[in-house]
């Protein structure tokens, strides 16, 4: 991708910062020929806007190789390695520790169907469905975020986010 086609895609400073955080091809075997430049922005397109994987636009990769890499690198924790690096940098840059002191902690109860995954009853909200907890730190950036039922007790996923 020889030039920046979308508001998703990395700039050059973005992506000199990521580059080096991405995994190296494998040794051994064909060297790899595919842009993986162009499979993160093709990753940070979807996330953004939700399309399909067979809905890519043709200027990035194929679905397939955008998808085949996001899986890997899923599998590997490349994705939570690299939130963790840039949430440290940020946090550097901003003049603070590294690993924050202090985080807060919201849940919303939503409705959902049956279809998707589990739900539960909230009484309190009267609510039949999800709750999303988040974990932010005092600059309001993401630390962990869950999904439960709603009949769930917000202490529960709090501990267990905040143990993760």
């Known amino acids: 991708m020889p030039n920046t086609r979308y508001d998703t895609d990395l700039t050059d400073a973005a992506w000199a910062i990521v580059a080096p955080l991405l995994p190296p091809s ?10 993986i430049r162009a ?26 190789i955008v998808y085949y890499y996001f899986r890997t690198w899923e599998d590997q924790g490349v994705w939570i390695g690299l939130q963790r690096a840039l949430y440290e940098q940020v946090r550097r840059a901003a003049g603070r520790f590294p690993s924050p002191s202090v985080v807060i902690m ?22 039949k ?12 950036l993401l630390i962990a975020n869950r999904v439960e039922p709603a009949n769930l007790p917000d202490r529960e996923p709090g501990i267990a986010c905040s143990v993760a």
Do not use: M
């Not at 996330?47 to 397939?64: D, N």
């Open 26 to 35: 494998r040794p051994g075997g064909r060297p790899r020929s595919t842009d």
């Open 39 to 64: 499979v993160v922005n093709a990753v940070f397109y979807l996330l953004r806007t939700g399309c399909q994987w067979r809905l890519l636009p043709c200027e990035f990769p194929a679905w397939g």
């Open 106 to 127: 919201d849940g919303q109860s939503v409705k959902t169907t049956e279809r998707g995954g589990v739900r539960g009853f909230d009484g309190h909200k009267r609510v």
């Open 129 to 140: 469905g999800r709750k999303r907890h988040i974990l932010v730190d005092t600059l309001g």
